[in-house]
DNA sequence: CGGGACATTGAAACGTCTCAAACGATGTGG
DNA sequence: CCACATCGTTTGAGACGTTTCAATGTCCCG
């Protein structure tokens, strides 16, 4: 009960907080190993979703808010259930790297030795699970079979984190934009040609490596080659799907 | 049986290939979520080693051998007993770009929609476990113990992705060199200033995202500072520990 | 011992970073 | 409700550092 009071320390950014008791509403986003029936996700049962509520509590934050930072002592993972996180990591320089932006049904709270590897902070307003971690390894010795969802869901970041990684080793600005907009497409929808950007164009140079005016540069020369329309801050609209999917290959 | 040769098609550099029945001989190093004991690496126990050694299979390749490739069907995980193995990635202009480096007691074998993400080759001989993953993820749902622990190495893997990120993000080759070579330090032993570094330079160019002419240059400078002496290729020692913490140090 | 792959060194070109300034959006207090 | 301060975005010009291309030197394996 202590380190959870540790663990929010920094945040007096909590709206609210009650325990959920019920089901977690949605998710916790999941991919079998095995191929299953093409690129549905695979949810928690109605069963899984109403043990993990048990031990989960349910915390509203306001946007721009810590939820932790790095080297602090970990007490619980977390779920989005809805809003948008940052992952990052300060450097010594005072630099900030991006690491992760995550969605509903995505999970946080990398743990070494104790502590947490990296700092997390809402960019909008957004609402999470907590669920305490040493609860939750004991409900794993019970029901294998949610940890191995849970496994899963480690794999599949790790995955995530290979393909940023493939993205950050281009050395062309543009390059590096077209390809997040394109993870970006696959994560929302993938419905009409609109891509909703939900974060700053700060938060996309640090997320890329970059520095602002390198992907202010590099989003006016997709907008001169009539490659994408930006109709707003925050939408992308591809005008020439081609010539869009060739740079994203193009590496 | 049959996805299992496949797996292995493109490998005719298979030497000798036998079950191993009895457990498996060192390891699998994952590291709990808690502190435990300081930066004690916990081992499977002798039990769950004998149950892995059931399923598994011990592989030697002799060096430079393709063990998989990216997209193929994947019906099996590997743990490297002995020996160095590299992960990576092929991409379409041709280039490779390399996501890790393993020592014996690494995992690897990521999966999604049951086709491995990347290509894996050793580097020197090498003797790996093969595991089947139906058969591991049989033993899953028996032992929620053994689970945890490869829940554990795959979060480690995690970890250890991001803070490939963080090196790969430094604009300037030296900067990067030097963390590699801290990196190889922590990994093996850190006795004395002597560090090994098995892989060619072409490879830890493909690692760091630089060409191997700035992996080059980047060494030569290390040298001419004297900061660091690099008696032969693949040996490293530090004559200057605070200049080099502090290059490290400085992003 | 020879051949081939790998590693080093040099010079020019390219692209991002930095610094600087103007513009636009945002949110707060009067 | 507007004004204003602040932050974020865009655009420009020069400096820096890596990439590329080319040639030489070195190591390793057959």
Redesign the pocket.
């Given at each position: 009960m202590q380190m959870l009071k540790n663990a929010m320390a920094d945040s007096k950014n909590v709206d609210q907080r009650r325990a959920t008791g019920g089901p977690l509403q949605p998710l916790l986003r999941a991919r079998p190993f095995t191929p299953g029936d093409g690129n549905m996700v695979q949810l928690l049962t109605d069963q899984q979703q109403a043990e993990l509520g048990t031990i989960a509590t349910e915390v509203r934050l306001r946007a721009r808010a810590s939820i932790y930072t790095a080297d602090s002592v970990a007490a619980s993972i977390y779920i989005v259930q809805t809003g948008l996180v940052k992952v990052s990591q300060h450097l010594p320089s005072g630099r900030e790297q991006v690491l992760a932006f995550l969605f509903p049904g995505d999970m946080f709270g990398l743990v070494e030795n104790g502590r947490y590897l990296n700092s997390v902070a809402t960019l909008t307003q957004t609402t999470i699970y907590r669920i305490p971690i040493d609860a939750l390894t004991e409900m794993f010795r019970r029901d294998g079979d949610l940890e191995l969802q849970f496994l899963y869901k480690v794999t599949h970041e790790l995955g995530e984190a290979q393909r940023r990684e493939t993205i950050v080793t281009r050395?062309?600005?543009?390059g590096r934009v077209v390809m997040f907009l394109q993870m970006l497409e696959r994560r929302n929808g993938n419905n009409s040609a609109c891509i909703e950007i939900p974060m700053?164009?700060?938060d996309v140079a640090r997320y890329l490596?970059?520095?602002?005016?390198?992907?202010?540069?590099?989003?006016?020369q997709l907008r001169r080659d009539e490659i994408v329309s930006?109709p707003n801050?925050h939408v992308a609209r591809i005008l020439n799907r081609p010539r869009f999917d060739q740079i994203a290959v193009a590496m």
């Open positions: 050395r062309d600005a543009v700053s164009r700060t490596g970059l520095s602002a005016e390198a992907v202010s540069r590099a989003i006016t930006f801050l």
